[in-house]
């Protein structure tokens, strides 16, 4: 996790919004490898294992288990960055399962973007562009901190798209990598098809 992330994470807990508190006992350059971060509030603490900070578990559908028939194609990472039409360095883009994949090649597009990869595949590691957490039920990220965020199909479902919304800033755009059932509330829908859904939160 790169430690600038520290302010934007979140207690997924239901009580009142504060700062989370990071002990380190092992960074490299600019990212904890393991340590703690501890919430004010309800006074869990959560642990940061190999760069990865671990919101209670691993949580359903976090192991990849969508069926090949289901996978959708890989968006080109040019089409991703169009579709989240992000220009200009700063900020943070979430990634949600699957599509933490897409960090490596958007960060070579878009200089200067931190990406946050939520509940990501066993295969993914972080990066100096990429900090990963896995959580049950929510994304453990501030309210409207979020440049853009993108969906994978998995997640594509209640709870998710609310906190995909909720992560994200006003005007601002959710790429889901399939077809939602439902339209996520507070989100104008820009574009559907072949297997993709945009919108901008409003």
């Known amino acids: 996790m790169h430690i600038e992330l520290t302010e934007m994470l979140a207690c997924p807990e239901p009580h009142a919004p504060d700062v989370l508190v990071l002990s380190t ?31 209670g578990g691993r949580g359903k559908g976090e192991e990849g288990r969508v069926s ?5 194609i890989p968006l080109p990472p040019d089409t991703l960055q169009a ?3 992000l220009s200009g360095p700063g900020g943070f883009v979430v ?40 959580a ?11 440049r853009g965020v993108v969906v994978d199909a998995e997640h594509a479902r209640s709870p998710w798209l609310a906190e995909a919304v909720r992560v994200l800033l006003r005007g601002r755009r959710l790429v889901i990598e399939a077809e939602p059932a439902e ?20």
């Open 25 to 55: 006992a092992q960074m490299k350059g600019r990212l904890v490898r393991f340590g703690l971060v501890g919430c004010p509030v309800c006074r869990r603490e959560y642990p940061i294992v190999g760069g990865v900070v671990e919101f």
């Open 68 to 72: 090949a028939a289901q996978s959708p």
């Open 83 to 85: 579709l989240l039409d």
């Open 95 to 134: 990634l949600v399962g699957t599509a933490s994949r897409y960090a490596r090649e958007l960060a070579t597009l878009m200089s200067g973007i931190h990406f946050v990869g939520v509940n990501p595949p066993a295969d993914v590691e972080e990066l100096p562009e990429l900090s990963l957490v896995r």
């Open 136 to 146: 049950p039920a929510a994304i453990p990220l501030r309210q409207a901190m979020a």
């Open 183 to 202: 339209r996520p509330a507070g989100v104008k829908q820009l574009a559907a098809g072949e297997g993709v859904w945009v919108g901008e939160k409003t």
